[in-house]
């Protein structure tokens, strides 16, 4: 299948065509938002890897992140606010054969849903989770999400956050991941790949999305251009690969600058038998 | 008496504004639509030293609830707003609220529930909640939004009740739509509404107290009926409360409001904000010689029934219209409007109709069909069919 693809089109039909829902356009997303990168690389990712749509299912909860299954031609379970996790893991279970695949949002992910996060992590669950970061409640309006960096701002914190931030990717390791990587979207080579390993990765697989939220978050932030948002995470992220280096052979200097930014790529990749082969092998071992 | 100052505002301005006069100490609350505005602006209102309160930006509604649950029990006077999935959210918080029997606030935004989604004006989310031991009022515009959110705070902490109130205010119709509004000066306020002074129990580590703990099989039942006990006598506290604040700031309100009753044949029974279009439709039907009238569901929990047999019991039938459905029966209002009849000899037909879920509108000819089904049982002396749907889209019905 691959072989047939030559810039946005494979077998001489564009990317969207063959995968979106052509009676749910337009879209809801505003101008300059990341979603329609993101879904653009999980599309390009599923292509690539060769999915079987009727064997593929998509779940979200709640949050402009959420919507983006909705204009995907396939199965999907748009469920509530931060419990994603909860009905994948259900799915999952029920029948092992689907490819899952979850969209959600900071929010979704780690606020109102972070007890079902950290669990479907720790388990070991082999679904790949696309998280969507953009720093803030977007579609509500631009509250203050767990997320949001201290001193930002939002509707409910008019004169800045104070409260300390939860990095996503980090608390993705820690509960338990087989797989995760953060990207931002301004490069569309590396998410891709990244989504890729995902869906490959027999576990738990988290891919965070750095996706500008213009209207909610730029907005009132001061991000007055599209650009500014993009220039903001090229000035304030690291390659993981960098950061290494510069840790080992950088200047104090180098290191203090190194030490605010946010590293992207590939973080963590480790090989464990995800919940549902232990659960299948259990089984075997009791009947026989 | 300070002059009322007449604004221009939202519906959750309204609620905004009036939980704001009351000065509550503690504001958990997590956004959703349509009741985001109400966080944003009590945000605002902290940050700039309108307002001395503690705002907590909670990660869900749950955590809202337990935030309020746990500030309440200090003796802070405590406020927060929600809608639909929040209040299922919350639901199992609810109940620890009014068993501890903490008089919470909280503005709801009368919201659809899910699945499948909908952000549009229907009153599952709070008629779900209906057993939660919270007292329950709804508004049919911005000024009662206002005014009840004060009212409920003094219903609320007075002595003999002693439990969480929710105000409902009807999701975009609204929530998101800009009326004309009276609002009363705060020093009325201040001396309509004292400083909350619990004289129950708090946390206070000089007294100490428990909240909530076990309660096996000989103490349980008690807690319960305790609890029912302080519902039932804010019936009388409700009264009150209600006439006091007419006397004040010109605006009475009762537990159910009439128009057109006296000498109706054929009462419309409506709650939140389609009363207005129901009004509508009674002049309207008035003027073409239809003996019909309004009655006005303002407090549902608790459910005045009394002052229902005496408003709709003359009368020869009843439209009870409203924007729930417990799958299985009906409307909530129907059911509780039957078993207040049901020892009655002399009772009115009752009809059923559940119209508007999921902000759907409903019209005046909707109201002046509901009107022509029910006289046309009373004509028949029996009801066919006790729950119609009404306005259905024939072109998504089978
Ligand atoms: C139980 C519940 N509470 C609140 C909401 C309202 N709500 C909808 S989306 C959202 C926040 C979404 O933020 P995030 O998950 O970061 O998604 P984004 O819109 O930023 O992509 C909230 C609070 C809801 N739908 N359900
Ligand atoms: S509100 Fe933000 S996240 Fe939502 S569509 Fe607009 S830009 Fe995107
Ligand atoms: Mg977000």
């Known amino acids: 299948m691959a072989e047939q693809m030559e810039g946005d089109v494979i077998g001489g039909k564009k990317i969207q065509e063959k995968y979106l829902r052509d009676e749910m356009m337009p879209h809801i997303f505003c101008n300059g938002c990341g979603l329609g990168n993101v879904l653009d690389y999980v599309l390009w990712a599923v292509e690539k890897e060769g999915f079987d749509m009727d064997k593929t299912v998509f779940l979200s909860g709640i949050g402009c992140s959420s919507r983006i299954p909705g204009y995907i031609d396939a199965d999907a379970l748009h469920t509530t606010h931060g419990r994603a996790l909860g009905f994948a893991t259900g799915v999952k279970m029920a029948n092992p054969e689907l490819n899952v695949i979850v969209f959600t949002g900071d929010g979704d992910c780690i606020g109102i849903g972070g007890n079902h996060f950290i669990h479907a992590a720790r388990r070991n669950l082999n679904i790949t989770v696309i998280a969507v970061n953009n720093y803030i409640y977007g579609m509500t309006g631009g509250q203050v999400a767990p997320t949001t960096p201290e001193g930002h701002f939002g509707t409910t914190a008019p004169y800045g956050n104070i409260e300390s931030p939860f990095d996503m990717s980090k608390m993705a390791i820690a509960a338990g991941a087989t797989y995760v990587a953060r990207w931002p979207v301004y490069r569309p080579n590396q998410p891709i790949n990244s989504i890729r390993e995902g869906l490959r990765n027999n576990g738990f697989s988290f891919i965070e999305m750095m996706s500008p939220c213009t209207t909610a978050y730029g907005r009132r932030n001061k991000f007055r251009e599209i650009k500014d948002l993009w220039d903001f995470y090229i000035d304030n992220t690291i390659l993981k690969e960098e950061y290494e280096m510069t840790m080992k052979f950088g200047s104090e200097e180098e290191k203090e600058a190194a030490k605010d930014k946010i590293i992207i790529g590939e973080l963590h990749k480790i090989s464990k038998k995800p919940l549902e082969d232990r659960y299948r092998d259990l089984v075997k071992e009791l009947m026989e | ?398």
Not at chain 2, 133 to 138: A, C, P
């Open chain 2, 1 to 398: 008496m300070g002059e009322q100052k007449s604004l221009t505002i939202k519906g959750n301005m309204a609620t905004a504004l009036g939980a704001k006069l009351c000065r509550p100490n503690v504001v958990p609350a997590y956004p959703i639509t349509p009741s985001t505005l109400f966080p944003e602006k009590m945000s605002e209102f902290i940050a700039d030293g309108e307002l001395d309160a503690s705002m907590i930006n909670v990660e869900s509604e749950h955590s809202a609830m337990s935030a309020c649950i746990g500030a309440s029990a200090t003796g802070a006077r405590v406020v927060t707003a929600s809608a639909s999935q929040g209040v299922a959210l919350m639901h199992e918080m609810l109940f620890i609220a009014s068993g501890m029997r903490l008089p919470i606030v909280m503005a709801v935004g009368n919201r659809a529930l899910s699945a499948p989604i909908n952000i549009w004006c229907d009153h599952q989310d709070t008629i779900a909640s209906r057993d939660s031991g919270w007292l329950q009022f709804y508004a049919e515009n911005n000024q009662e939004g206002l005014d009840l959110m004060i009212n409920a705070f003094r219903i609320a902490e007075d002595d003999r009740v002693l439990l969480p109130v929710m105000v409902g205010i009807d999701a975009f119709v609204l929530t998101h739509t800009i009326e004309g509004v009276d609002v009363p000066a705060q020093e009325d306020v201040d001396n309509f509404l004292p400083t909350y002074d619990p004289k129950q129990g708090t946390l206070n580590p000089k007294e100490p107290a428990t909240f909530g703990s076990f309660a096996p099989p000989e103490f349980y039942q008690e807690f319960k009926q305790a609890q029912t006990q302080a519902i039932e006598d804010s019936r009388s506290v409700i009264d009150e409360v209600f006439d006091d604040y007419a006397e004040r700031f010109g605006r009475q309100y009762n537990k159910v409001s009439t128009f057109e009753c006296d000498d109706a044949d054929i009462i419309l029974l409506t709650m939140g904000s389609m009363s207005g279009t129901a009004r509508e439709a009674v002049r309207k039907m008035r003027k073409d010689g239809k003996k019909v009238g309004l009655a006005k569901l303002t407090v549902f929990r608790p459910f005045p029934m009394p002052e229902l047999k005496d408003i709709l019991g003359d009368a020869k039938g009843v439209a009870v219209i409203e924007r729930n459905i417990s799958p299985g029966f009906g409307g909530a209002v129907f059911a509780e409007l039957g078993a207040t009849f049901v020892n009655e000899k002399d009772r009115p037909i009752m009809k059923n109709f559940i119209t508007g879920l999921g902000g759907r509108d409903i019209f005046i000819e909707n109201f002046e069909e509901m009107y022509q089904k029910t006289k046309d049982a009373v004509e028949a002396s029996k009801v066919e069919e006790p729950v119609e749907w009404i306005n259905m889209n024939e072109e998504v019905t089978r």
